[in-house]
């Protein structure tokens, strides 16, 4: 397209170029591990399930987390977060099981897209909870009329939870560009 | 720096048959808009410059900042944000003046890498902000006590920074994904 056109005469030149533009695209990271429908892929969606689910209980049985915005946040996003890494372990588990790819660019644009929605929801969540447990615990030393421990754990988990969704987005973003 | 000068006599047939072996991949995406050393590029460097900026000046001015860590933090982030922002802003300037293009695959590399290091830290920084002011602001209700309206001000400085790096990264980790 940006390619200057020097057309001198014949279409020899025109049909070898066609043929160097078109095949090496498609086949490009065909067998990434930690793609949908790999075993890597699944650990990471279990990875994510795991760690979302204990955040969810830590920060849900603490009795007075309903009173501070960002900790309800926090219980909201790590809920969906956990819902939509189940479902797509579900996926993986079932693409494993019959031996099918993943790999349809649709598919592919879907998960990238929640991948990163969901990503930045628990990332803006456990960012939060950080300031404020941070702001409780350092700051002004209230540790002793609140739950720090829990806070903290719950927050530590949806980090790590944050960190196994990364490298899911990032291979589903580059997977996405590559096609 | 890229583009063959087209003189107009003989060598055309030289030079058509070397443009069919090797270009289609480096001119993918050549004239995307946001990318280094475009127009829209230098425009969101200077959109993150202002933002930051202000986000920093409106945090650094009130007076109870450093007793609390997120609102450092914010200072902090803002504050290497800009002057990346800035560094890049000069060289798109550089760029755009002398006419070079800035589509190298090492350059594009460490601007992925560093828009991604800087635009997660002032995410970061404007999701413990926001956590904290919510938490003074309507949990507790002491903005009586406290600069609310600074603080949300520089907040959603930063949060609106953080939305003009965003394209500037996935443009260059798209880019880069595909070459």
Known sequence: MSRPA??????????????????????????????????????????????????????????DFPSVTAFRYLVAAVGLQSLWSLSLAIIDVYALCVKRSLRNPVLIFMYAIGDGITSTLTFAAACSCAGITVLISNDLNRCDINHCKKFMSATAMAFISWFAISPSFFLNFWSLAAQ
């Open 6 to 63: 020097v057309h001198p005469v014949e279409p020899p030149p025109f049909i070898d170029g066609r043929n160097d533009v078109a095949p090496p695209r498609r086949v490009r990271m065909k067998d990434v591990e930690g793609m949908p429908g790999t075993f890597t892929g699944l650990a990471l969606r279990l990875c994510q399930v795991i760690f979302t689910v204990i955040s969810l209980t830590v920060m849900a049985t603490t009795s």
